[in-house]
């Protein structure tokens, strides 16, 4: 991967706050990539530090080989898209977009083409006359995205730009992100704490806690094989069974007493084994190798059913296609079935 962008061992703190430590990113070109995290984990930090808006206690910045860190937002090749989309209240929609190149030294003409060619893009060249308090917040959300790639920035930064959108809105909004981005052939780096969000359309997710990168990679890399505890439950749900080694390629987990067979210990005698909701199964009350425990909940969410159950003291989600099975009860036995090759295994117990 030819990197576009590099960020290497970057640090910014707030006081006693380090929110950033160390941080070191690759991006490539044309690349989608999320900024993933709960609140305070460093992503707004990190883009603000790519964007020139905040300045790095130290670590390197660079843009095609070309270091970056010092220099101020205007000078960078990129573009922003804010949380508030900070449009002009006093211009037109086409003037907002225009506004750009106008101050590039382009003519009022050639402006005026490149911003329709933009706001063409984002479906709404026929609302060029308009003011931004005549439009909605997805069409405010559309003008700011025209305005950020009216001049073709190599590198395009999204702050939690959908945040604002309802539900629908804001699925149908990530769809035509996507697109867009593909449209343009740039890179995007798009903050969000949304964990589906940064699924539908990033070609890799950057998990962040604490101002560090815990993990990076494909949303399903991530999902099925996440790296630590806090990965394994900020992505999805997750049910964490403690185990320990039984031998050369067996484990036995706390709640069964059976040898199970795994893939890999990675040379750790006991951890933690990551099953998610999809893989546990309601099985006969004979079935070999289950879980015995009781049922406690029975959620029915339209598409599929979560059921939660009390397997020796701790409490497990399964997820199930369709609508509840009639024959369960709250209280009552329930046994669950799973594959043994859908355990993943991390090795910190904490």
């Not at 990190?46 to 300045?55: S, T, Y």
């Not at 843009?63 to 101020?72: E, F, K, N, R, S």
């Not at 040379?267 to 999809?278: D, F, I, S, Y």
Request: proline share 5%.
């Amino acid at each position: 991967m030819t990197a576009l962008l590099t960020v290497d061992a970057l640090c910014k703190a707030f006081g006693a706050y380090q929110a950033l430590d160390r941080v070191s990113l690759e991006i490539g070109q044309a690349e989608f990539i999320a900024l993933l995290g709960p609140s305070g984990c460093g992503k707004t930090t990190l883009l603000r530090a790519i964007a020139g808006f905040l300045q790095p206690d130290s670590g390197r910045i660079a843009i095609d080989g070309q270091d970056v860190t010092a220099l101020p937002p205007n000078k960078r090749p990129l573009n922003t898209v804010f949380q508030n989309y900070a449009l002009f209240p006093h211009m037109t929609v086409l003037e907002n977009v225009a506004y750009g190149p106008r101050r590039q030294g382009a003519s009022r003409d050639e402006a005026k083409r490149r911003a329709l060619e933009a706001l063409d893009m984002v479906g709404l060249a026929a609302l060029g006359e308009r003011y931004p308090r005549e439009m909605s917040g997805g069409q405010q959300q559309r003008v700011a995205l025209a305005r950020a790639i009216v001049n073709r920035p190599r590198l395009l930064l999204l702050d939690e730009p959908l945040s604002a959108l309802d539900m629908k809105l804001r699925k149908r909004m990530q769809i035509e992100l996507k697109h867009l981005q593909q449209q343009l052939g740039i890179a995007f780096v798009f903050v969000t704490h949304d964990q589906e969000e940064a699924m539908a359309m990033a070609d890799r997710i950057v998990v962040m806690n604490a101002g560090r990168i815990e993990q990076c990679g494909a949303g399903t890399e991530i999902y099925r094989a996440p790296s630590s505890r806090f990965v394994a439950e900020f992505i999805g749900d997750a049910n964490l069974l403690p185990w320990e080694s039984a031998g050369s390629g067996y484990i036995r987990l706390s709640m069964q007493g059976e040898q199970l067979p795994v893939t890999s210990v990675n040379g750790t005698a006991r951890g933690l084994a990551v099953l998610r909701p999809e893989h546990l199964s309601v099985a006969r009350a004979d079935a070999p190798g289950g879980l015995d425990g009781t049922l406690v909940d029975v959620i029915s969410v339209g598409s599929h059913t979560m059921l939660h159950a009390n397997v020796g003291g701790q409490t497990l989600v399964v997820r199930t296609m369709g609508l509840p099975d009639a024959t369960l009860e709250r209280g009552k036995p329930i046994r669950l079935a799973f594959d043994p090759a859908n355990l993943h295994l991390i090795g910190d117990a904490a």
